[in-house]
């Protein structure tokens, strides 16, 4: 199997994961040129598009691609069927498209609707999960979000991010505001700094670097709740993700 990242907008990723035979499925395509101009360079055939949620950033390339190739089937989540989805997923199901087996999982928080694609290793989830941050609560609720994250954290430590946006210099800079004394932190931080400058992208990350670095799956923390002001150890973990994402909105 092939991953290709192909930037798009301001910060967008659009993925394709490509097999031997050179057939791709294609993930939350914001525009269609871009994906287009790839497929054409590298002589690949598009065997479906897979949705993650809604928001337009996700789903504004599927009315050109489908001009193109009208045939393509569109998997995606219930809110995703007046954007062109054409094959509606939720929670347990399992497509196969050729080589493939897609399982989904629900994933509400960012939207209601909000749901991954996991074909190991690989985790398509949209703006659940970004490296170092998580998505902002647009419709769910902290509750829901905090749990879509727990989902996530229950796949191997090998599983491979790919998340929609590249975020991750300013995630970065709010988790070492959030816990300075982190070293591990600390030094991703100057990590990716150095790959920004550089031009290069930080994803796709591993799980297992997530759970180092992403303030938001280590509400458990201790000193990352004193440093937000909750006494330790004295309300649900999903309160201390809620205010910690409060805290990230208004960073």
């Excluded at 791709?24 to 993650?52: F, G, H, K, R, Y």
């Excluded at 347990?92 to 050729?98: A, F, L, N, P, S």
């Excluded at 201790?222 to 649900?236: A, E, M, T, V, W």
Aim: glycine fraction near 6%; hydrophobic fraction near 35%; charge should be negative.
């Amino acid at each position: 199997m092939e991953l290709i990242r192909i930037p798009a907008l301001s910060d967008n990723y659009i993925w394709l994961l490509c097999d031997e035979n050179k057939h791709c499925v294609i993930v939350d395509p914001s525009e269609s040129q871009p994906v287009m101009d790839i497929l054409a360079a590298n002589q690949l055939i598009p065997a479906a598009i897979l949705l993650t949620h809604h928001h337009h950033d996700h789903v504004g390339g599927v009315a050109g691609l489908l001009k193109q190739y009208a045939e393509l089937p569109v998997y995606g989540p219930e809110e995703t069927r007046s954007k062109g989805a054409t094959h509606i997923v939720h929670e347990h199901d399992t497509i196969e498209i050729g080589h493939y087996y897609f399982h989904i999982m629900e994933l509400p928080g960012h939207t209601l609707g909000h749901i991954a694609f996991y074909q190991a290793p690989y985790l398509f989830c949209g703006d659940t999960l970004f490296s170092g941050g998580c998505g902002r609560l647009f419709e769910g609720t902290a509750e829901q979000m905090f749990s879509s994250l727990e989902k996530i954290m229950s796949l191997p430590d090998e599983t491979l991010i790919c998340c929609a946006h590249e975020y991750t210099a300013a995630n970065m800079k709010f988790a070492r505001a959030v816990l300075p004394e982190s070293e591990t932190i600390h030094d991703y931080y100057n990590k990716v700094i150095n790959i920004c400058e550089n031009n290069k992208p930080t994803v796709p990350t591993t799980l297992q670097i997530e759970k180092k670095i992403n303030v938001f799956l280590n509400c458990h923390n201790i000193d990352l709740q004193k440093n937000i002001g909750i006494k330790p150890n004295s309300k649900p973990l999903s309160s201390v993700f809620q205010q910690l994402r409060i805290y990230k909105d208004r960073f």
